[in-house]
C-alpha cells in the first residue's frame, strides 16, 4: 500500500510539472541574456543590478508585457569579473538569432571590449552600469548606455562646487589600475583647468586598496580647497573615512559615480555624510514616478529608511525604457530593435526627462544632470534643491 501511495503521489507531481511546462511554452517570451558579475569579488553589486532589473522585468510583465502581450525574461549570464568572459559570452549570444538584443550590465572596461564584437555582431547591447568617457572614435553604433557621462555631468558639477566653495586647487585621487576612474580622471583634469582650479597633488591607488595611509598624507600636506575621487565606491569610501579620520575636512567630490554608491556609504562609515557628486537619481526628487519606486523597493527589501542604490535603479529605470524600445521596433529584429532607440524621445523616467540622438551616441541625453548631496544614511538630497521629502 506504502508503495502505491508513493507511485500515485510522484504521478500527480509529474503530470503538474508537465502541465506547468506546457503553459510555460506556450507564453510568449523575448528572453534577453542579462550579463553581470553574478560570481567572484563584484557580485554583491552585481546582485543589486540584477535585483533592479528583476523588478523592472516584473512590473512591465504585470502590466502585460510588450508588443501585445510578450513577456521579457532575462536569463543570467556570469560574467565572473573576467573580460574574456563577457567577450566569449558575448560571441555565443550573437550566434543565436533568436536573442533580439544584449543586456550588459558590466564595467566600461568590458563594455569597449564588447564594443568591437557588436560592430560585426549588428545586435543592439543595452549598458545600464556604464558611464565611463567613451573611448572610441566612432559614435558606438550597437552599444546604447543609460548612465550620465562625465562630458554631460562635471562641466555643471565643477562650475557650482568653484562657485559654492570658493575652489582654487583641488586634490585628485586615482584609481590608476581601473579604467573607469583613469578615463573620467583624464576629463576631470581638463575640466578643472578650464575653469582655473589647480590640481596641487594627485594621488594613486589600486582597486580593493584599504589603507591610504599615504595618499591620506599628500593630500594633507597640500591643503587642497576640495577632494576630487575617481574610484571605485567601495575604495572611494574607505579613503574618505582615512581622511576624515585625519582630520580633513574640505568638501570631496568625485569624478563621476565614486559617492553617490551605496557601498561607498556603507564603507565610508558615515563620513560620507556631505559629500557632492552626479547621480542617475535623487531621493528628495518629489515627481511620483520616482516616489513610487523608493515605496516599492523599501517595500520588497523590507529596508523603510534606506534608499535603493543609484545603480539598482538605473536598472530598474531602464528595463522600462526596453519595453518602450520593443514595443516602437517594427519587428523584434536586431536590425529593428536597434532602430528603435531613436523613438526614445522625451520620455520621462526615473533619472528624468531622456532621449536618444545621434549626436550623444552612444549615450542617452538628458536636459540636465542631477547633482546630489549625501544626507543622514547615504540618502541623495538634491543639490541646492528644497527641504527632502521623507
Not at 502541465?19 to 510568449?28: C, D, F, P, T
Not at 512590473?59 to 513577456?71: L, T
Not at 565610508?268 to 515627481?287: L, V
Given at each position: ?34 550579463l553581470t558579475n553574478f560570481t567572484g569579488p563584484s557580485a554583491p553589486f552585481s546582485l543589486r543590478v540584477w535585483r533592479g532589473a ?141 575653469l582655473g582650479v589647480k590640481i596641487v597633488v594627485e594621488v594613486d591607488s589600486k582597486l580593493h586598496e584599504t589603507n591610504f595611509a ?90 523603510p529608511t534606506t534608499d535603493p542604490d543609484p545603480y539598482e535603479t538605473s536598472t530598474y529605470d531602464a528595463v522600462l525604457v526596453l ?68
Open positions: 500500500m506504502k508503495r502505491s501511495l508513493t507511485s500515485l503521489t510522484a504521478g500527480v507531481v509529474l503530470s503538474a510539472v508537465l502541465y506547468s511546462g506546457a503553459a510555460v511554452a506556450q507564453e510568449k517570451m523575448i528572453r534577453i541574456p542579462f528583476e523588478a523592472g522585468m516584473a512590473e512591465v510583465n504585470a502590466q502585460g508585457g510588450v508588443r501585445g502581450g510578450m513577456k521579457i525574461e532575462f536569463f543570467k549570464v556570469d560574467n565572473r569579473s573576467e573580460t574574456q568572459t563577457a567577450l566569449t559570452e558575448y560571441r555565443r549570444a550573437c550566434a543565436n538569432q533568436e536573442i533580439p538584443i544584449y543586456w550588459a550590465a558590466v564595467s566600461s572596461k568590458d563594455i569597449d571590449a564588447l564594443y568591437e564584437v557588436a560592430k560585426d555582431c549588428s545586435m543592439a547591447t543595452f549598458a545600464s552600469t556604464s558611464g565611463s568617457h567613451w573611448i572610441h572614435p566612432d559614435p558606438g553604433k550597437w552599444v546604447y548606455r543609460y548612465l550620465p557621462v562625465p562630458t554631460q555631468v562635471l562641466p555643471v558639477q565643477y562650475q557650482k562646487l568653484k562657485a559654492e566653495f570658493n575652489v582654487k586647487t583641488a586634490a585628485l585621487a586615482i584609481e590608476s589600475d581601473n579604467n573607469f576612474a583613469v578615463f573620467n580622471a583624464k576629463i576631470a583634469k581638463e575640466i578643472l583647468e578650464k599615504s595618499q591620506v598624507s599628500a593630500i594633507r600636506a597640500a591643503r587642497p580647497d576640495i577632494i576630487i575621487l575617481s574610484l571605485n565606491t567601495d575604495s572611494g569610501g574607505r579613503l574618505t573615512r582615512q581622511i576624515r579620520e585625519r582630520g580633513i575636512t574640505v568638501p570631496i567630490s568625485d569624478t563621476g559615480y565614486t559617492v553617490v554608491g551605496r557601498d561607498y556609504w556603507e564603507n565610508s562609515q558615515g563620513t560620507g555624510i556631505g559629500a557632492i557628486g552626479s547621480s542617475i537619481y535623487a531621493s528628495s526628487d518629489p515627481r511620483p514616478i520616482v516616489q513610487d519606486w523608493i515605496k516599492k523597493w523599501r517595500a520588497a527589501t523590507n529596508n519595453a518602450k524600445i520593443l514595443n516602437n521596433a517594427k519587428s523584434l529584429s536586431r536590425q529593428d530593435v536597434a532602430d528603435a532607440f531613436m523613438t526614445i524621445n522625451s520620455m520621462e523616467t526615473i533619472s528624468g526627462t531622456i532621449s536618444y540622438r545621434k549626436q550623444d551616441l552612444p549615450d542617452v541625453f538628458r536636459s540636465e544632470p542631477i547633482l546630489v548631496k549625501l544626507g543622514e544614511n547615504g540618502r541623495l538630497e538634491r543639490w541646492g534643491a528644497p527641504p527632502a521629502m521623507r
